[in-house]
T-cell receptor, first 114, second 114 residues
Framework: EAQVTQNPRYLITVTGKKLTVTCSQN?????MSWYRQDPGLGLRQIYY???????DKGDVPEGYKVSRKEKRNFPLILESPSPNQTSLYFC?????????????FGPGTRLTVT | GENVEQHPSTLSVQEGDSAVIKCTYS??????FPWYKQELGKGPQLIID?????GEKKDQRIAVTLNKTAKHFSLHITETQPEDSAVYFC?????????????FGTGTQLKVEL
């Protein structure tokens, strides 16, 4: 089944404890992206990647890191999480413009930072 | 950067009626405008999109219109059904992002009542 998977789906952590949220897609997509969703603010793009070793900042990159060492994986790293990073996070992938800009979203990761 | 405003934030319609959601954008260079539907507990899913060289696009009960002069675009859903109940997000993408750097609106909770 073609899909985007995220792990973990739920995470509660404490301020300052480094964490990684993994994202993997099995559709051979060039493009991958991370978003956060907060009530009243909609979806905001954190980082995106057009290909392996190519990443660009979205609208809210502060406090986050990403890497794209393999085409199928795009982990989101919070080196020192803070309570304002409590949010619902979505990973997405797509063809990146080769005929379509459609993005396929994962199921989401709900992160709570205390 | 791009700023997208979306209205209304909530919309309640009777089954069979039409629903209209409106968005305005700030960057006149933006050229790609998708609409995503998010059902409860799931990631967003693309339902329709339009590029700046087109004024209107239809797909069965769903249509999107774009007014580049006024910098606004709208989603029209006709003959609404209970399964249309969801949160809808509009988005805009500037040319530099190639359709992959998306700025989303804040979302519209659509409720279709029997």
């Amino acid at each position: 089944e073609a899909q985007v998977t995220q792990n973990p789906r739920y995470l509660i952590t404490v301020t300052g404890k480094k964490l990684t949220v993994t994202c993997s897609q099995n559709m051979n997509h060039e493009y991958m992206s991370w978003y956060r969703q907060d009530p009243g603010l909609g979806l905001r793009q954190i980082y995106y990647s057009m290909n392996v070793e190519v990443t660009d900042k979205g609208d809210v990159p502060e406090g986050y890191k990403v890497s794209r060492k393999e085409k199928r994986n795009f982990p989101l790293i919070l080196e020192s999480p803070s309570p304002n990073q409590t949010s619902l996070y979505f990973c997405a992938s797509g063809l990146g413009g080769t005929g379509s800009y459609e993005q396929y979203f994962g199921p989401g990761t709900r992160l709570t930072v205390t | 950067g791009e700023n997208v405003e979306q209205h209304p934030s909530t919309l309640s319609v009777q089954e069979g009626d039409s629903a209209v959601i409106k968005c305005t954008y700030s960057d006149s260079a933006s050229n790609y405008f998708p609409w995503y539907k998010q059902e409860l507990g799931k990631g967003p899913q693309l339902i329709i999109d339009i590029r700046s060289n087109v004024g209107e696009k239809k797909d069965q009960r769903i249509a999107v219109t774009l007014n580049k002069t006024a910098k606004h675009f709208s989603l029209h859903i006709t003959e609404t059904q209970p399964e249309d109940s969801a949160v809808y997000f509009c988005a805009a993408s500037p040319p530099a992002g190639g359709g992959n750097k998306l700025t989303f609106g804040t979302g519209t909770q659509l409720k279709v009542e029997l």
